[in-house]
């Protein structure tokens, strides 16, 4: 491999971090090296995996410097973040859009737990947010009439189902998809067979999950 020869000089007029020579340093390594304080970048990684070996084996906890510096820049990395976030945000949202489609059922679980274990919380925000997106609410509703609608081949017992609504509506209880609807990786129907009866609260806290 060749690299760009660059004098310290050069690079510290421009500005740049490292330097190379492409002359061997002492211990023989044609590496580059920092333009501050002129040392081998070889030399000095080796010497850091040394280092890190050597209190490894003596037992000290490696990820307490970790633990250490995250704690100290934490304020100013989520600012970071944030700012990120706020400069980035359709890239922001197709990143998450993605994650939630590979780790679909670590995502519904998750937010199932924070369900449970604040539903105060979860019911002011589903409130606020109803509220403030009248459209959206709407759009949703539509949505899933419409994928019901789709989802019912011919032969769906029709009457069957609608017994079965009167029921739930009269026991308190609220239909549920065994096999949802709508999921990115399975398609349920709106038969009989994938129908049952749920307490409002166990529906709500299922979610969309399919296992
Ligand atoms: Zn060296």
Known sequence: MTENVISQ?????????????????????????????????????????????????????????????YLKNKEKRSQEQRVYRENNREKERERYARYRMQRHDQVIAAGRKY????????????????KENP???????????AAEINAVPKWSEKSD????????????????HIIPLRHPRVCGLHVMANLQLLS???????GNRFE
């Open 9 to 69: 000089n050069e690079a510290e007029k421009t500005g740049l971090s490292r330097y190379f020579t492409g002359k061997p340093c002492k211990r023989g390594h044609i590496a580059q090296r920092f333009t501050k304080w002129r040392a081998c970048i070889a030399c000095h990684d080796e010497r850091n995996a040394l280092d890190y070996k050597k209190r490894k084996a003596a037992g000290e906890d490696m990820n307490v410097r970790g633990r250490r510096s």
């Open 115 to 130: 369900r449970e274990e604040n539903p105060d919380r979860v019911r002011v925000m589903v409130h606020k947010w109803a």
């Open 135 to 145: 459209d959206k609410v709407r759009a949703a509703k539509a949505a899933r009439r």
């Open 161 to 176: 189902i609608a017994a079965l609504y009167n029921e739930a509506i009269r026991l308190g209880l609220t239909v549920d």
């Open 200 to 206: 409002s609260v166990v529906n709500s806290s299922k």
